[in-house]
């Protein structure tokens, strides 16, 4: 089982910055696609950006392009999400997880993955 520990969340102006942490465990974290996703209240939730297992690719949706950076750090089994620039739209619970692929159009679990509890996101305006 690939489980995942999100940190890193909290409280900021608008225009504020935060980097989100994700610590993975379990034997199928090295070499996996990895996925930030975020849910607002009231909201579905929604994936914002995947890095491929190398980290050589990623991407993003429009909405955060420009202003959010994925990274990794593979011996440490680390995934991070830079958030700049961020607006009171950015307010949500942050997840991230073990995806099949990084296609930022469809983005699913792998099976043997599981949420986190996830890092809270909040933006004043």
């Known amino acids: 089982q690939a489980s995942v520990a999100e940190s890193g969340g909290g409280l900021v102006q608008t225009g504020g910055s935060l980097r989100l942490s994700c610590a993975g465990s379990?034997?199928?974290?090295?070499?996996?696609?990895m996925a930030w996703f975020r849910q607002a209240p009231g909201k579905e939730r929604e994936g914002i950006s995947c890095?491929?297992?190398?980290?050589?690719?990623?991407d993003y949706v429009d909405s955060v392009k420009g202003r959010f950076t994925i990274s990794r750090d593979n011996p440490k089994q680390m995934v991070y999400l830079d958030m700049n620039d961020l607006k009171p739209e950015d307010t949500a619970m942050y997840y991230c997880?073990?995806?099949?692929?990084?296609?930022?159009?469809?983005?699913?679990?792998?099976?043997?993955?599981?949420w986190g509890q996830g890092t809270q996101v909040t933006v004043s305006s």
């Open positions: 997880a073990v995806i099949y692929q990084c296609n930022i159009k469809k983005m699913t679990l792998r099976p043997d993955s599981s």
């Open positions: 890095i491929t297992g190398s980290g050589g690719f990623a």
């Open positions: 379990g034997r199928t974290y090295n070499g996996s696609a």
